[in-house]
């Protein structure tokens, strides 16, 4: 997430940003964990110490996403068009292969498709509990905890938080 600040302290022009922004793509390139070779090659490019890296904006639903990704980590998963940005469940996906609409060798272009892996919503749930913790007002509070036991607690988080537009916009 630093990345992404840093890429807009650069984009602002903010005093000091390119020292650090130079330093994160030095240690981004030692570290070497996935993304972090384009985190630093995209920093590079806005340095102008590197090529500008050949990828483009690609509009995605992310509330469909964070479904693939938080779903049932036994059948869940699924991929992402990266020509149209449409995500696809593996139930979509197993869907078309049964009606014929989609053959089992189309679905192996990695060019086109990026294979999204289930997590789980362990890390959904953290993060609900921790906003929650971030609101001043006991009652609302209390109403969105409840809301989080059991099952559907995302849906029913996402219902409560939408009495407070102000906080829905800030989760």
């Keep these: 997430m630093i990345g992404d600040g840093l890429v807009v302290a650069l984009a602002l ?7 650090l922004a130079g330093g994160c793509a030095q240690a981004l390139r ?29 509009p995605v639903d992310l509330e469909e996403l964070a479904g693939v ?22 139930a ?3 869907y078309a292969r ?3 609409e989609e053959d089992e ?10 294979w999204v892996h289930c997590e789980g919503s ?3 749930y953290h993060d609900m509990v921790q906003f929650i913790g971030t609101i001043d007002d006991t ?19 996402k219902d409560v938080l939408a009495r407070w537009p102000g906080e829905l916009d800030r989760w």
Aim: net charge negative; proline share 5%; hydrophobic share 35%.
């Design 13 to 19: 022009q903010t005093q000091g940003a390119a020292d």
């Design 30 to 58: 030692q570290r070497g964990w996935d993304g972090d070779e384009e985190l630093a090659d995209q920093l590079g490019a806005l340095l102008g110490t590197g090529p500008t890296p050949l990828l483009r904006p690609l």
């Design 69 to 90: 990704l938080e779903g049932d980590p036994t059948f869940g998963g699924g991929r992402v068009d990266r020509l149209t940005g449409q995500v696809w469940p593996q």
């Design 92 to 94: 979509a996906i197993d």
């Design 98 to 100: 049964e009606t014929g």
């Design 105 to 114: 060798d189309g679905s192996d272009d990695a060019e086109r498709w990026l």
């Design 122 to 124: 362990r890390a959904g």
């Design 139 to 157: 009652g609302r509070a209390d109403r969105l905890g409840i809301a989080i036991e059991g099952r559907g607690a995302f849906r029913r988080f």
